[in-house]
Structure formats: C-alpha cells, structure tokens
Nanobody
C-alpha cells in the first residue's frame, strides 16, 4: 500500500508562508494527477489544489493567488507553496492521487497552524 510522507508544516503567524512537501513512492509518479488535501478540526477533508502529469495546476477559490502546487517528477515529490496564510488555513494537510481512488491510503499529513 502506498505511504505518502508529508512534511513542512508548522506554526506561522497570519500573513506568513510555508512550503509543504510530499514524498510519493509511486511507480510512474509522473503519470498521475496529484492533489493536496486538508482537513480542519471538525470538518471534512477537502481538496486544496491539484496538478496534472503535464503540470497544469488548479486550486480552490479560497486559496487562489496564495497557494501554488508544483511537482518534481525526478524526485517523486509534490510541493505546496502557501503564502499569505490566514487562520482559516489551519488544518492537517495531506497529498494523494486526484481524483481519489476508491480506497485511498493516507499518510499522517503535516499540521499547519496559523495563529498570532
């Protein structure tokens, strides 16, 4: 079973930035559309951004212009650059395939806390 490994989270003040990384031990990683997801306390997990195999990126309206998803296929790694963070971005962040498989395997995620 695939085990994604997310890292880069932490505590940051409003307006700050973080760069998340996801190691994705998937054969033929470069062929898959990947996504970043997040789950805030008491809420359902939601898609934040996705990137196709060719590098076309999309993101949800709430993070447009602030978050940038990218990938390094040579390193099987997915990134999420997060700028202008606000308290509503506080969540545990995960990476996975997009769309999700029928029984997705989740890593532990990386915690992002935005607070003054």
């Amino acid at each position: 079973q695939v085990q994604f490994v997310e890292s880069g989270g932490g505590l940051v003040q409003p307006g700050g930035s973080l760069r998340l990384s996801c190691a994705a031990p998937i054969r033929s990683f470069s062929m898959y559309t990947m996504g970043w997801y997040r789950q805030a306390p008491g809420k359902q997990r939601e898609l934040v951004a996705s990137i196709t195999a060719s590098g076309r990126a999309n993101s949800v309206d709430s993070v447009k212009g602030r978050f940038t998803i990218s990938r390094d296929n040579a390193k099987n790694t997915l990134y999420l650059q997060m700028n202008s963070l606000n308290t509503e971005d506080t969540a545990n962040y995960y990476c996975n395939l997009f769309p999700l498989p029928q029984q997705p395997a989740w890593g532990q995620g990386t915690q992002v806390a935005v607070s003054s």
